[in-house]
């Protein structure tokens, strides 16, 4: 897995999926302010890139949920990787949005599925676990049996970390933050100075800020 992490974690960086704005931060949906920004959006322009990536999330969830029923995605990010991974793997495909539509069926679950069926839920990236976890209590709101996820890149908060261990919700990724970091420093894509500032995000990005 770590070989397999370090190659998606160099795709992330060719393909510049991965910017680094420490003097003009991002704002991410949560409100934290940040220097970097992961567009896993991107991976899908890059036939070898999206292949690899399907095909690692195929591997874990044959080895790890041999009995999976059904894939979900976490809409929008990861209902094209979902999709695509539940097509290799020949298992029904269905997408979670953030919410239920305020008009047609007021669906928040698109596609068919039956109660009790084990699914396992696709998403693009972890960053505090609030929107990827609001899908798995959808789903098992619907009487899903969720056997857990699969991200393709999570940045590690502790914050993620809890808000799964109070949920019981089983979380894998295929790359994370320490390996794109590393990979990053190792490959010449980040300086020294760079290194600091992520460091210092990183140690409580709730409160980081530029100034």
């Not at 397999?4 to 680094?20: C, F, G, T, V, W």
């Not at 041999?66 to 793997?89: C, F, N």
């Not at 056997?147 to 295929?174: P, R, V």
Request: glycine share 6%; proline share 3%; hydrophobic share 40%.
């Amino acid at each position: 897995m770590e070989n397999s992490a370090k190659k998606i974690a160099e795709y992330l960086l060719q393909i510049k999926a991965i910017k680094l704005q420490p003097a003009n931060p991002f704002t991410w949906a949560s409100g934290w302010k940040s220097p970097i920004y992961c567009d896993n959006r991107k991976t899908l322009s890059f036939p070898e890139v999206r292949d690899y990536i399907r095909d690692s999330f195929v591997s874990l969830i044959r080895d790890l949920y041999p009995h999976a029923e059904t894939i979900a995605g976490v809409a929008t990010g990861a209902i094209s990787h979902g999709a695509i991974a539940a097509d290799k793997l020949g298992l029904p495909f269905i997408y979670v949005r953030s919410g239920a539509k305020d008009h047609g069926l007021g669906n928040q679950i698109e596609g068919y599925y039956e109660k009790g069926q084990k699914v396992v839920v696709i998403e693009d990236l972890i960053s505090t676990g609030s929107s990827s976890l609001n899908a798995v209590r959808a789903l098992r709101e619907a009487d899903c049996n969720v056997l857990g996820m699969i991200a393709i890149f999570t940045y590690g908060f502790n914050k993620a970390s809890d808000a799964f261990a109070a949920e019981k919700c089983i979380l894998h990724t295929l790359c994370n933050y320490t390996i794109l970091i590393e990979t990053a420093v190792s490959s010449g894509y980040i300086n020294e100075t760079d290194v600091e500032t992520l460091k210092k995000w990183r140690a409580d990005p709730s409160v980081w800020d530029i100034k």
